[in-house]
């Protein structure tokens, strides 16, 4: 099951002003890295981060084979762990 969505503007192709600083190319690369962004569903967030809890591999390598930064993971990860406590708590 794949949750990821890719989301494309053609703001970016069509040389239409995006409010962002720098050289034109930078201004194109910066544009489409943020318009052409992963959004994960919270299936794919949840997977992942019990991926990481199993301790197969280590953070690094499943961010990197996830394409996803560490900081997201060990955000995901404190959120679902906060969750999982207030559930457990209101039992």
């Known amino acids: 099951m794949s949750c990821r969505r ?3 503007f053609p703001s970016a ?3 239409q002003k995006s409010g962002i600083r720098g050289s034109g190319s930078e201004k194109v690369i910066r544009t489409i890295k943020r318009e052409i ?3 994960y569903c919270a299936e ?3 997977r992942i981060v019990l991926d ?3 301790g197969e591999m280590s ?3 499943l961010c990197r084979r996830e394409g ?3 900081s997201m993971y060990h955000k995901w990860s404190k959120e679902l762990l906060e969750v999982g406590k207030s559930v457990c ?3």
Do not use: D, H
């Open 68 to 70: 996803l930064a560490e």
């Open 52 to 54: 990481g809890l199993r």
């Open 37 to 39: 962004r992963r959004q």
């Open 13 to 15: 192709f069509m040389g």
């Open 44 to 46: 794919e967030n949840i």
């Open 6 to 8: 890719l989301v494309c």
């Open 59 to 61: 953070i690094a390598e």
């Open 89 to 91: 708590q209101a039992i």
